[in-house]
């Protein structure tokens, strides 16, 4: 029986737990005619036969109805508690997984609905990332290993937050201030929901009102992080700030040098060599010294130089 008119939500293989029954169905995409097709039944369990099939077919996609993404998520985070804790589990897989809930839950945030609980399961997020860190200095190399390469709002959100963070640890951030900094990159850019998608996925260059348009985003990310519940001071300034330049012409609010919070320093430093870093429709990715050589040379007034010496150091120290 074939899949083609009912809703579904993109899922990932690595996420699925061995051995486990699923309360839910699960499908993948044909390739030769992109029929979907069920993996899973409702109540299959996840086992070597089945992933025999999945070698044999070379399956690398698979999704979950719309409906039962919220349970997917719970089985994911479920299946984290299971391995965090596990030696015989590499950091690699752990990143993998952590990726996979990262994406999948900003992916929701900014294409469905927000609401208080997504929130929750990002802080949640950034804290097993803080604790995977913390307990394995190597665990920063498994984290950039899983790193996107293609650049999509919600992946860019997952990407700036690892190097956030892998950052933050190499420059001794206290626990707390690596949490919120890793936060900060998850959500930097969550104001684009409230930009218009066309404007968003443009791909000449903006209008003037489309560009004052795109301006107002990291101000709508922080009323959204209000009305979600969210009380953190610095988190809202690291947001707001992300854009802002040193020498006045960044947005919104046109600060200096000495007007911007050192850490919104560090998260524009993320976030644009994560721009520069990974493709998109209308450019090829940059390689890593190509993005640090334009961020030296040509932003050398704009983003601050120290900082970007030390995150080449930190990138350089056997991260790439």
């Given at each position: 029986?074939?899949?083609?008119?009912?809703?579904?939500?993109?899922?990932?293989?690595?996420?699925?737990?061995?051995?486990?029954?699923?309360?839910?169905?699960?499908?993948?995409?044909?390739?030769?005619?992109?029929?979907?097709?069920?993996?899973?039944?409702?109540?299959?369990?996840?086992?070597?036969?089945?992933?025999?099939?999945?070698?044999?077919?070379?399956?690398?996609?698979?999704?979950?109805?719309?409906?039962?993404?919220?349970?997917?998520?719970?089985?994911?985070?479920?299946?984290?508690?299971?391995?965090?804790?596990?030696?015989?589990?590499?950091n690699i897989k752990k990143s993998e997984?952590l990726h996979e809930l990262a994406s999948?839950?900003?992916?929701?945030?900014?294409?469905?609905?927000?609401?208080?609980?997504?929130?929750?399961?990002?802080?949640?997020?950034?804290?097993?990332?803080?604790?995977?860190?913390?307990?394995?200095?190597?665990?920063?190399?498994?984290?950039?290993?899983?790193?996107?390469?293609?650049?999509?709002?919600?992946?860019?959100?997952?990407?700036?937050?690892?190097?956030?963070?892998?950052?933050?640890?190499?420059?001794?951030?206290?626990?707390?201030?690596?949490?919120?900094?890793?936060?900060?990159?998850?959500?930097?850019?969550?104001?684009?929901?409230?930009?218009?998608?066309?404007?968003?996925?443009?791909?000449?260059?903006?209008?003037?009102?489309e560009f004052k348009t795109m301006r107002?985003?990291?101000?709508?990310?922080?009323?959204?992080?209000?009305?979600?519940?969210?009380?953190?001071?610095?988190?809202?300034?690291?947001?707001?700030?992300?854009?802002?330049?040193?020498?006045?012409?960044?947005?919104?609010?046109?600060?200096?040098?000495?007007?911007?919070?050192?850490?919104?320093?560090?998260?524009?430093?993320?976030?644009?060599?994560?721009?520069?870093?990974?493709?998109?429709?209308?450019?090829?990715?940059?390689?890593?010294?190509?993005?640090?050589?334009?961020?030296?040379?040509?932003?050398?007034?704009?983003?601050?130089?120290?900082?970007?010496?030390?995150?080449?150091?930190?990138?350089?120290?056997?991260?790439?």
């Amino acid at each position: 029986m074939s899949y083609k008119k009912i809703k579904l939500s993109h899922a990932s293989l690595k996420t699925l737990d061995p051995y486990h029954k699923y309360n839910y169905p699960i499908y993948y995409k044909r390739d030769s005619d992109g029929i979907f097709k069920k993996l899973l039944d409702k109540g299959d369990t996840y086992n070597e036969k089945i992933q025999q099939y999945i070698k044999n077919k070379n399956i690398k996609h698979i999704f979950v109805l719309y409906e039962d993404h919220e349970e997917y998520q719970h089985d994911i985070e479920n299946y984290l508690k299971k391995i965090k804790d596990d030696s015989n589990v590499s950091n690699i897989k752990k990143s993998e997984i952590l990726h996979e809930l990262a994406s999948d839950l900003m992916y929701d945030m900014l294409d469905g609905e927000l609401n208080p609980k997504k929130i929750i399961q990002a802080n949640n997020v950034v804290n097993d990332k803080v604790d995977l860190l913390l307990s394995d200095h190597n665990a920063v190399k498994a984290m950039l290993k899983v790193t996107s390469h293609d650049y999509y709002t919600y992946t860019h959100s997952v990407n700036v937050s690892t190097y956030a963070l892998g950052f933050g640890s190499f420059l001794k951030l206290t626990d707390q201030q690596l949490r919120t900094l890793g936060m900060a990159g998850m959500m930097h850019d969550l104001g684009k929901k409230k930009i218009p998608s066309e404007i968003i996925n443009k791909k000449g260059k903006l209008s003037d009102d489309e560009f004052k348009t795109m301006r107002s985003h990291p101000t709508f990310g922080v009323d959204l992080l209000k009305e979600l519940g969210e009380t953190n001071n610095l988190l809202f300034d690291i947001v707001e700030q992300h854009h802002e330049k040193l020498d006045g012409t960044g947005y919104p609010h046109q600060r200096t040098a000495k007007d911007i919070h050192p850490f919104a320093k560090i998260m524009a430093v993320c976030d644009i060599f994560d721009a520069l870093t990974t493709k998109r429709s209308y450019k090829p990715a940059m390689k890593s010294y190509d993005a640090f050589s334009l961020m030296r040379h040509s932003m050398n007034n704009e983003i601050d130089q120290k900082i970007l010496e030390q995150f080449i150091k930190f990138m350089s120290k056997g991260s790439l």
